[in-house]
């Protein structure tokens, strides 16, 4: 593996949930539907999340929600980002409405995988806009089902976004591997190997991908061309130096799941211990 330079960046990321936003004046949470979900185990693995229902978006609301993202990526500038990230994946806002197991729309935002993305692209077109494609990048998961947002063909999807996206020149378009489909699951990590390869070469800019990833894995998919970077999160968690322990190959703490997402700020995220390279022996 060959490493980069040192270079810090700061990139803030963005979206909207159907179960997790807090609305003004208790009002229920916006979504493509009305549709309630089922409670859902949380990220942890251990606890259960309830949903209240949400509320559709009405169509002349959503150039409000479309500017609401362009606001919070000037914001995000002024506060000093180097850039944000759309967060169109997992359950979101914006996976509400690509999926059509959970989209029943029908005006101009629905049916159609054309008018299911229609959302993602105006809030991308103005957010690019506002402060400059070179500081945006956005996160898909076509194939994913976190909070029964699912699709009947995510590789149609995936693939559709690819390429519309190439119009504005993003930094980046970060896509998730199909094997995560939830997020307590990784299925057979040698199932969707080159899943995600039709996306990557119809995207013209950098491909990061993401889920599950190891070190080996990670390696490989680059050496192969199947992606230009690749996201890791639960090993970040929990390992502090994790592009340390890679780049001399020594052992991973490895991550608590129970601890993620929990209200204590101190178990979990701040505990892993950093590598004591006196211990570590020569490889």
Do not use: W
Request: aromatic share 12%; with cysteine; charged share 25%.
């Amino acid at each position: 593996m060959q490493f980069m330079p040192k270079v810090e960046y700061s990139f803030a990321r963005f979206g909207t949930s159907a179960g997790f936003q807090t609305q003004p004046n208790g009002q229920a949470p916006l979504s493509c539907t009305d549709k309630g979900i089922a409670p859902q185990v949380r990220a942890n693995g251990v606890d259960v999340a309830q949903f209240s229902p949400p509320r559709r978006l009405e169509t002349d609301k959503i150039p409000l929600i479309v500017n609401d993202f362009k606001l919070a990526a000037r914001n995000a500038i002024e506060a000093g980002f180097d850039g944000v990230e759309i967060h169109g994946a997992h359950g979101y806002l914006i996976d509400q409405f690509f999926k059509d197991q959970v989209n029943d729309r029908t005006d101009q935002y629905g049916g159609s995988l054309e008018n299911r993305c229609r959302f993602a692209l105006e809030i991308t077109e103005a957010v690019t806009n506002e402060i400059g494609a070179y500081r945006v990048g956005i996160r898909l998961s076509p194939f994913a089902n976190f909070a029964e947002c699912a699709d009947s063909n995510p590789k149609a999807l995936g693939l559709y976004m690819a390429e519309a996206l190439n119009k504005y020149e993003l930094l980046y378009c970060h896509m998730v591997e199909p094997r995560m489909t939830t997020a307590t699951k990784i299925t057979t990590k040698t199932e969707c190997l080159h899943s995600l390869v039709p996306m990557r070469k119809a995207f013209k800019g950098t491909f990061i991908v993401g889920g599950g990833y190891d070190r080996e894995e990670g390696n490989k998919a680059v050496e192969e061309n199947r992606a230009d970077l690749i996201a890791y999160g639960r090993y970040f968690l929990a390992n502090p130096d994790l592009p340390k322990r890679f780049e001399i190959n020594a052992p991973l703490n490895p991550y608590h799941r129970a601890t993620f997402y929990v209200a204590d700020p101190v178990i979990g995220y701040t505990d892993y211990p950093f590598l004591d390279e006196r211990k570590v022996p020569n490889l």
